[in-house]
């Protein structure tokens, strides 16, 4: 985080998939600071969206210039010292959210993560089931890439969450990072900072394993045994005399005795 000038704004840029919760932590944080007697601006909603052209794009230059747009306008706040939050869209390139922190200077980034799982279950405008069946073409982290921030100061599961816990952690690492005086924000202490999160790409699909070659198998002796078989029901007597001829038995020693002629004689 770059803190810039000594002035007192910053702005707070809010980033996350449709239907995270950007808006509505957007507002609920808006409200909490002007409790502590601060004036906020909060970029977002229809008249935002007419008057800047937001909320339009189609392609990722479109949506980068959707960002510089924003950024522009935060940078002027924050520079007059003013408190501005932004949450009108998605902002999903890192290039673009990182060129809006280095023009700003006094700027925190909120990572607004919700799993997909959910954003479906809360979608009542039936977007995300459009785009999963292919009907819809422009939906940020379905259709269009996503890119989650690499170092966000504040990350906020809103899956996990409530608004009024949601609030409460975006306000507490807001004074860990004295952006705000933790005096005004009517804290006791210095909350722990939050450490800054690396992002870590999903890991590759697992390879399939390549199938192995059969060995092959050698038909040759069982095709010639069927041959045999075929011929001999065909032709059993064929079969029978090209089968190899038994050797006789031997002859035993009692068989070469010379027979007993009538008599009792022996025959010569």
Same mark, same amino acid.
């Given at each position: 985080?770059?803190?810039?000038?000594?002035?007192?704004?910053?702005?707070?840029?809010?980033?996350?998939?449709?239907?995270?919760?950007?808006?509505?932590?957007a507002?609920?944080?808006?409200?909490?600071?002007?409790?502590?007697?601060?004036?906020?601006?909060?970029?977002?909603?229809?008249?935002?969206?007419?008057?800047?052209?937001?909320?339009?794009?189609?392609?990722?230059?479109e949506?980068?210039?959707?960002?510089?747009?924003?950024?522009?306008?935060?940078?002027?706040?924050?520079r007059?010292?003013?408190?501005?939050?932004?949450?009108?869209?998605?902002?999903?390139?890192?290039?673009?959210?990182?060129?809006?922190?280095?023009?700003?200077?006094?700027?925190?980034?909120?990572?607004?993560?919700?799993?997909?799982?959910?954003?479906?279950?809360?979608?009542?405008?039936?977007?995300?089931?459009?785009?999963?069946?292919?009907?819809?073409?422009?939906?940020?982290?379905?259709?269009?890439?996503?890119?989650?921030?690499?170092?966000?100061?504040?990350?906020?599961?809103?899956?996990?969450?409530?608004?009024?816990?949601?609030?409460e952690?975006?306000?507490?690492?807001?004074?860990?990072?004295?952006l705000?005086?933790?005096?005004?924000? =009517?804290l006791?202490?210095? %909350? /722990?900072? $939050? @450490?800054? *999160?690396?992002?870590?790409?999903?890991?590759?699909?697992?390879?399939k394993?390549?199938?192995?070659?059969?060995?092959?198998?050698?038909?040759?002796?069982?095709?010639?045994?069927?041959?045999?078989?075929?011929?001999?029901?065909?032709?059993?007597?064929? =079969?029978?005399?090209?089968? %190899? /001829?038994? $050797? @006789?038995? *031997?002859?035993?020693?009692?068989?070469d005795?010379?027979?007993?002629?009538a008599?009792?004689?022996?025959?010569?």
């Open positions: 985080m770059n803190l810039g000038t000594s002035s007192s704004g910053f702005t707070l840029w809010f980033t996350g998939m449709s239907g995270s919760g950007k808006s509505t932590l507002q609920g944080f808006a409200n909490r600071l002007r409790r502590l007697g601060k004036t906020v601006d909060v970029l977002d909603g229809q008249e935002v969206e007419q008057m800047l052209s937001i909320g339009k794009a189609g392609t990722k230059d949506r980068n210039a959707e960002t510089r747009k924003l950024a522009w306008v935060c940078r002027l706040v924050t007059g010292g003013g408190i501005v939050l932004q949450s009108a869209i998605e902002s999903p390139y890192r290039e673009a959210r990182e060129e809006a922190r280095r023009q700003i200077g006094r700027f925190a980034e909120v990572f607004v993560e919700c799993p997909t799982e959910t954003l479906i279950q809360r979608d009542r405008t039936g977007r995300y089931k459009r785009a999963l069946a292919g009907e819809l073409k422009t939906l940020v982290g379905i259709t269009e890439p996503y890119e989650p921030p690499s170092h966000p100061e504040v990350i906020v599961d809103t899956s996990k969450h409530s608004v009024d816990a949601a609030v952690h975006i306000l507490g690492q807001l004074v860990a990072q004295r705000l005086d933790p005096n005004v924000a =009517a006791k202490g210095r %909350p /722990r900072l $939050q @450490p800054r *999160a690396t992002y870590v790409p999903p890991p590759p699909a697992p390879k394993p390549e199938p192995v070659a059969a060995k092959p198998i050698r038909v040759e002796k069982k095709v010639a045994k069927v041959v045999r078989l075929a011929k001999h029901k065909a032709h059993p007597a064929k =079969a029978q005399r090209a089968a %190899p /001829r038994k $050797q @006789p038995a *031997a002859r035993t020693a009692h068989a005795r010379p027979r007993m002629a008599g009792g004689k022996r025959k010569r």
